[in-house]
């Protein structure tokens, strides 16, 4: 059974930076997608970013241009960077990825808290 453990959340001021961490316990390059996925409070859980197994990577609108997804797979690990952070970026961030057995593995969630 895949684990995957974020790390790397906290609180910041709006305009700061945050990296977030995402450790498999398993190779990463078995997966065919790996994402980031954020839940603020009284909401639905959104999407923020995926990596594709063919190197894509695509963003939400919210985010283009102060996130950044990437890897490494020597690590296991898949990041997030996070710039110029916003109060509305405020949620707790969850790690996804989908097998290429189309098994659905989540992570436990970390909080992201962006003071204004």
């Known amino acids: 059974q895949v684990q995957l453990v974020e790390s790397g959340g906290g609180l910041v001021q709006a305009g700061g930076s945050l990296r977030l961490s995402c450790a498999a316990s398993?190779?990463?390059?078995?997966?065919?997608?790996m994402s980031w996925y954020r839940q603020a409070p009284g909401k639905q859980r959104e999407w923020v970013a995926h990596?594709?197994?063919?190197?894509?990577?695509d963003y939400a609108d919210s985010v283009k241009g102060r996130f950044t997804i990437s890897s490494d797979n020597a690590k296991n690990t898949l990041y997030l960077q996070m710039s110029s952070l916003k109060p509305e970026d405020t949620a707790v961030y969850y790690c996804y990825a989908l097998g290429r057995d189309y098994r659905i593995y989540w992570g436990q969630g970390t909080q992201v808290t962006v003071s204004s």
């Open positions: 398993g190779s990463i390059s078995s997966f065919n997608t």
């Open positions: 990596f594709l197994s063919g190197g894509r990577r």
